[in-house]
């Protein structure tokens, strides 16, 4: 079992940064797939980014470049570095783990994944 906490969203004007952070606990290794997931009202959720076990990154093409997934092991915790900020990317932000490691990626189906966090809020204006 994981349990998955995010913090760090909020509002930032279009251009900004925020870092994201998902505190896991639970587990005592690496070896699982991580992952950041966004959703708006009224549309599916969609996949950001994820690490796999081997530190491997993927992205979505909309945030390739300007969000960076990263995992601190010793602190058991799971981060999205998000620059150069679009009104687009407002959303819900969810990190979700899964423990079957192979072919982790953001396109992973949602209802594939294990656990999930109960989201944070980030809003981006003009």
């Known amino acids: 079992q994981l349990r998955l906490v995010e913090s760090g969203g909020g509002s930032v004007q279009s251009g900004g940064s925020l870092r994201l952070s998902c505190a896991v606990s639970?587990?005592?290794?690496?070896?699982?797939?991580a992952g950041w997931f966004r959703q708006v009202p009224g549309k599916e959720r969609e996949g950001v980014a994820a690490l796999d076990g081997a530190g491997r990154t993927s992205y979505a093409d909309s945030v390739k470049g300007r969000f960076t997934i990263s995992r601190d092991n010793a602190k058991n915790a799971l981060y999205l570095q998000m620059s150069s900020l679009r009104p687009e990317d407002t959303a819900m932000y969810y990190c979700?783990?899964?423990?079957?490691?192979?072919?982790?990626?953001?396109?992973?189906?949602?209802?594939?994944?294990?656990?999930w966090g109960q989201g944070t809020q980030v809003t981006v204006s003009l």
């Open positions: 979700a783990a899964d423990y079957y490691d192979t072919g982790c990626s953001p396109r992973r189906a949602p209802s594939i994944w294990d656990y």
């Open positions: 639970g587990h005592t290794t690496s070896n699982y797939c």
